[in-house]
Every structure is written in structure tokens, then in C-alpha cells.
């Protein structure tokens, strides 16, 4: 490797890892803040805690390294230009392209690993993330309640002065207030001496055992009643209360969505799994099919067919001539009966086709994502590179302004597509591709104007062609007007 290769590839490397850096640590705060709700006050131990941002830290990979492809190659180019090593290399006869040449190279083996990476690590590590998060109730069933406040579990607040046990799973001093669900009033209070939290790690309830306490209600319904009998009261050794774990953390049903999905498969278990899934949707709209015609085969009586009777084509006049009224009323409700059937099972069987062609595109969606995040390296590298070299700055001012915002282009565009392909608004390949697409022409045109030397036209040279155009149009139209 020559001197200069090794240089550039040295700066690159230093800037880029330096970038992945700070960048990967920003997104994993931003999953503690997401996550947050279900870390803080749940006596989790530090180990606990590291496990689950080591499971969920893969999941910022394929954010965080074409961005920091983007801002390295910005940085690195524009701080080339604006020292004038760029063109020291030119007066020596060295082109961006030659320059670029060894970046091209590592940013491959870049693309390679990031490809092994999404394809192997990242659902490998989601399959623990989500695993993680869905038994850490389970197996800390202590962590719904802390000592010392009220804890809102749904339609029950409780609060216990404290927890003991190998697991924090015995309490002391508990003061329950249970909420009516159909007018929100609170009328009923239970306090206990101890009690004990027990859950099972296949099932969402969990029953607290309550001992030696009492249970109050409120039963009046005005103020007379209260006068005459202020509350219920009532003795217990032991009381069990189930309570469901969904109604205070919705991370189950989050869960739903994401435990055993596409993002848990390598490319291998999607192909084995969209092939099941198309043979399933053809085998289900097939069935549909038959259905459907032996439902509206039936909609004639078929133990009329045995017998000697002509039939005869009915006509609306002939049906609305009919006098009398019991029969008209018989048929008329026999025949919306009939059309509302109709309409029904069509409309479910249109519902079911639909979600399965949507949990197909989901799939789809997910192995085409896997080459996306591979390729984005490249094209963010050949947008960032030139864009540097054109711009000549370098450090964190303009080049972070101008990545970020190429970025959430980027991304949003690619959201875009996702969403709009699973709704079957467009193919998965289209919506995962879509934003690459786009961006593509850019990189193109950045990577010309560098290595041509150009620069970015500004906004008055780029529209100069189109105002002169229309200024000749309009000189034209006012001197055929005078004469």
C-alpha cells in the first residue's frame, strides 16, 4: 500500500470510528429514554440492566453505521479540501477517483460485514431482546410494586411500606384502593399485614396473597344511605387478588408485534418462510374460491331439484305485484338475509387475505431491509465523499448539518416505503429499495461534479436557464401584441 493510500485510509478510519462512536452511544441513550418507563424504580440489578441495552444496543447498527459512513466521509474529504491537500494530490497528477480509491475498497469489506452482521448477529440478538423484556416481569415479579409509593397497576393503586424475601417478593403494610372501571370511583379499600407476590412464567397474572387484614367498601349511593350505614366491612387471614400484568405494562403488547416475526430470521428462514406463507395465501384464496361457489350453489334448494317443477325467471315487477303482504315481507327479508351473508363473508374472507398478504410483505420487507443496510454504506459513502470534497470544510459544522439532514431524508423516505409496502400500496421490493432509489441520482451527480472538478451550482445558475427562457417567451408575446 502506497504512503498516500495508507493516509487516506488512516484519516478515514480514525474519523469514522471516533463518529460510530458518539453516534452509537447517542442512539443507546435514546433506547434507555425509550425504555425507561421499564428499567427505572423496578429493582433491577445493574447486571439486569446491561444485558437488556447488550440485547437491544444491535439493533442501532443498522442506524448508526450509514450515518456515520455519511458524516466520516463528509468530514474526512471536506477537511482534504479545505487544507488544500486535494489539491496538492492534483498538481501531482492524483484524481478523486485514484485518491478515493482505498476508501472504495474498505468501504466493500464495510458493506460485507454489515451484511454478515444484520444477517446473523442483529436476529439473534432481537430473539433475546424480545425474550428479555417479555419475562423480566416474570422473573422479577417484585418490580411491579415499589416500596415507599403508590403504584398504579391498572384499576388497582397500591402501596406497600416493604419488600423482603430472596426476590422482593414478600411485602408489609399494604393499603390497596380499587377503582370502579364503570364510573371511576374509588370505593373500596383493602389493608393487610403482609403479603407475598406469586406469578407463573407461562401466564400474564399475577396473585398477590394478602394476610391478616381488612376489606372496606363503600355501598351508599347518596347521603342518607351513608348516615345510616357509612361502609362494609369485612375480616380476612388470607385473600388472594389476580392481577393482569397487561393493564400496567403495555410492553406486552408491543411484545405482540414483535416476538417471532421477520426481524428474528435470517435471509435462509425467510425464504423457507415467504415460500410457506404464498403456498398458505394461494391454498387459502383457492379454498375461498369453492367456498364460495358451493355457498351460492346452496342459496338454491337443492331438494327441489329431485323434483318434477318447471322454473320460472322471476322479474322485480313480478315479485312487487305480488298482493299479498306476508309473502312480499318473506321474500324481501329472505333476500336482504341472503345479500347481508354475502356481503359479510366476503368482506371477512377480504379482511383475512389481506392481513395475510400483509404479514407476507412484512417478510418481504424484512429480507430485502438486510440488503438495503448493506448497500446504504456505499451509497452514503459516494454522497458523502464528493459532497466533502465539493464543500471543502471539514470538522463537526457544516458537514454534521448537511449529514443529518441527507440522513433523515433517508430515513424518512425509507419509512415511507416500508409502511406504504406493507399496506400493499407498492411492492416490498420498491418500498424497501425506494429511498436508495432516490438517493442514487445524487450520489451520481455529487461524484461527477468532484471528480469534474465543478462544484454545486448555486440556486441562481440552476434556475438562470428557466427565468431566461421565460423572459424570452414574454419579450416575444409583448412585441407580437404591438405590432
Not at 433491577?44 to 447498527?61: E, G, H, N, R, V
Not at 337443492?302 to 325467471?313: E, H, R, S
Not at 299479498?324 to 379482511?351: G, H
Request: proline share 2%; with cysteine; glycine share 4%.
Amino acid at each position: 500500500m502506497k504512503i498516500l493510500d495508507r493516509y487516506i485510509l488512516t484519516s478515514f478510519v480514525k474519523t469514522f470510528l471516533s463518529v460510530f462512536t458518539i453516534l452509537f452511544f447517542i442512539f443507546v441513550l435514546q433506547g434507555i429514554w425509550v425504555f425507561i418507563g421499564e428499567l427505572a424504580g423496578k429493582d433491577l440489578d445493574f447486571i439486569t440492566i446491561l444485558k437488556f441495552l447488550f440485547f437491544y444496543s444491535p439493533k442501532m447498527i443498522p442506524m448508526v453505521l450509514p450515518l456515520s459512513v455519511l458524516l466520516a466521509s463528509i468530514m474526512t474529504f471536506g477537511d482534504f479540501s479545505e487544507n488544500y491537500e486535494f489539491a496538492a494530490m492534483k498538481s501531482a497528477g492524483i484524481s478523486l477517483q485514484r485518491a478515493m480509491r482505498s476508501l472504495i475498497i474498505f468501504i466493500f469489506l464495510l458493506t460485507g460485514l454489515s451484511f454478515w452482521f444484520t444477517n446473523n448477529v442483529a436476529p439473534k440478538s432481537e430473539y433475546k431482546f424480545v425474550n428479555m423484556r417479555k419475562n423480566i416481569i416474570h422473573t422479577k415479579p417484585a418490580m411491579a410494586i415499589t416500596a415507599g409509593q403508590f403504584n398504579d397497576l391498572g384499576a388497582i393503586n397500591i402501596r406497600v411500606d416493604e419488600k423482603y424475601g430472596e426476590k422482593d417478593e414478600k411485602l408489609r403494610n399494604i393499603t390497596m384502593h380499587m377503582i370502579n372501571q364503570q364510573n371511576s370511583e374509588n370505593k373500596t379499600v383493602i389493608k393487610a399485614e403482609t403479603g407475598k407476590i406469586e406469578t407463573n412464567e407461562n401466564s400474564s397474572i399475577l396473585k398477590l396473597h394478602l394476610y391478616n387484614g381488612n376489606y372496606y367498601e363503600d355501598t351508599a349511593k347518596n347521603y342518607r344511605q351513608r348516615n345510616r350505614k357509612p361502609f362494609v366491612k369485612a375480616n380476612f387471614k388470607h385473600y388472594i387478588l389476580s392481577i393482569d400484568l397487561s393493564e400496567f405494562d403495555k410492553s406486552d403488547e408491543e411484545l405482540q408485534e414483535i416476538s417471532n416475526t421477520a426481524n428474528m430470521m435470517d435471509i435462509s428462514q425467510l425464504n423457507y418462510t415467504i415460500d410457506s406463507l404464498s403456498t398458505n395465501y394461494n391454498s387459502e384464496v383457492t379454498s375461498q374460491n369453492e367456498a364460495s361457489k358451493q355457498n351460492n350453489n346452496l342459496l338454491l334448494n337443492n331438494d327441489l331439484k329431485d323434483k318434477n317443477i318447471v322454473y320460472k325467471t322471476v322479474t322485480l315487477d313480478s315479485l312487487l305485484s305480488i298482493k299479498k303482504r306476508s309473502t312480499k315481507i318473506s321474500i324481501y327479508s329472505n333476500a336482504s338475509a341472503v345479500a347481508e351473508s354475502i356481503k359479510f363473508n366476503t368482506q371477512n374472507n377480504k379482511n383475512t387475505l389481506s392481513e395475510k398478504s400483509k404479514h407476507i410483505n412484512r417478510h418481504w420487507i424484512a429480507l430485502y431491509e438486510k440488503l438495503v443496510i448493506a448497500f446504504s454504506c456505499i451509497l452514503m459513502f459516494f454522497i458523502g465523499a464528493p459532497l466533502g470534497a465539493i464543500i471543502r470544510k471539514g470538522g463537526l459544522g457544516l458537514p454534521m448539518v448537511f449529514a443529518v439532514l441527507i440522513f433523515i431524508i433517508y430515513h424518512f423516505i425509507n419509512t415511507f416505503g416500508k409502511k406504504l409496502a406493507q399496506e400493499d400500496g407498492i411492492t416490498p421490493f420498491l418500498g424497501s429499495w425506494l429511498s436508495t432509489l432516490i438517493l442514487a441520482p445524487f450520489a451520481i451527480t455529487f461524484t461527477y461534479k468532484a471528480t469534474r472538478d465543478r462544484g454545486i451550482n448555486s440556486i441562481d445558475n440552476m434556475l438562470y436557464p428557466i427565468t431566461n427562457y421565460l423572459k424570452t417567451k414574454f419579450k416575444k408575446k409583448n412585441n407580437t401584441e404591438n405590432v
